[in-house]
T-cell receptor, first 115, second 111 residues
Framework: EAQVTQNPRYLITVTGKKLTVTCSQN?????MSWYRQDPGLGLRQIYY???????DKGDVPEGYKVSRKEKRNFPLILESPSPNQTSLYFC??????????????FGPGTRLTVL | KQEVTQIPAALSVPEGENLVLNCSFT??????LQWFRQDPGKGLTSLLL?????REQTSGRLNASLDKSSGRSTLYIAASQPGDSATYLC??????????FGTGTRLLVSP
């Protein structure tokens, strides 16, 4: 089954304790992204990757890091989490056909609480 | 800067009614527009994708239209059912698969 998986699904942590949220897709997609969803603000892109070793900042990259060492994986790293990073996080993947971008598939989400 | 607005923010209808959800965007330089459904506490399910060169797409009881020049899209749901209750999000692709989302329309369909 084609899917995007994220782990963990729920996480409660404390300020300053480094954490990693994993994302994996089995569709051989070249594009992957991270979004955060906050009430009243909607979903906003944090980082995206166009392929292995190619990443770039989205709209809200401060406090986050990413890496793309393998095509299927795109982990999100919070080196020193703060309470304002409490949010619902989504990973997405997609592909391109010629000059057209195809639909994006989203993971189930990771609800992060930073105390 | 691209901004996406969805109206109404919430909608309550009786079962069986046909309804229209609206999405507007400020910059017509988009690659495509995607409609999603989000159930409470769940992820996003893709409903329809309209490429910038297309005018509409249909899937079952859903029909989405796109007027890129005026910065508008509509999602038409025919014969609504209680199972259609969810939040509907539209998002425009501004390049490199960056989606800019609206804040959604929360739909409740009553039996």
């Amino acid at each position: 089954e084609a899917q995007v998986t994220q782990n963990p699904r729920y996480l409660i942590t404390v300020t300053g304790k480094k954490l990693t949220v994993t994302c994996s897709q089995n569709m051989n997609h070249e594009y992957m992204s991270w979004y955060r969803q906050d009430p009243g603000l909607g979903l906003r892109q944090i980082y995206y990757s166009m392929n292995v070793e190619v990443t770039d900042k989205g709209d809200v990259p401060e406090g986050y890091k990413v890496s793309r060492k393998e095509k299927r994986n795109f982990p999100l790293i919070l080196e020193s989490p703060s309470p304002n990073q409490t949010s619902l996080y989504f990973c997405a993947s997609s592909s391109r056909t010629g000059r057209s971008y195809n639909e994006q598939f989203f993971g189930p989400g990771t609800r992060l609480t930073v105390l | 800067k691209q901004e996406v607005t969805q109206i109404p923010a919430a909608l309550s209808v009786p079962e069986g009614e046909n309804l229209v959800l609206n999405c507007s965007f400020t910059d017509s330089a988009i690659y495509n527009l995607q409609w999603f459904r989000q159930d409470p506490g769940k992820g996003l399910t893709s409903l329809l994708l309209i490429q910038s060169s297309q005018r509409e797409q249909t899937s079952g009881r859903l029909n989405a239209s796109l007027d890129k020049s005026s910065g508008r899209s509509t999602l038409y749901i025919a014969a609504s059912q209680p199972g259609d209750s969810a939040t509907y999000l539209c998002a425009v692709n501004t390049g490199f698969q960056k989606l800019v989302f609206g804040t959604g329309t929360r739909l409740l369909v009553s039996p």
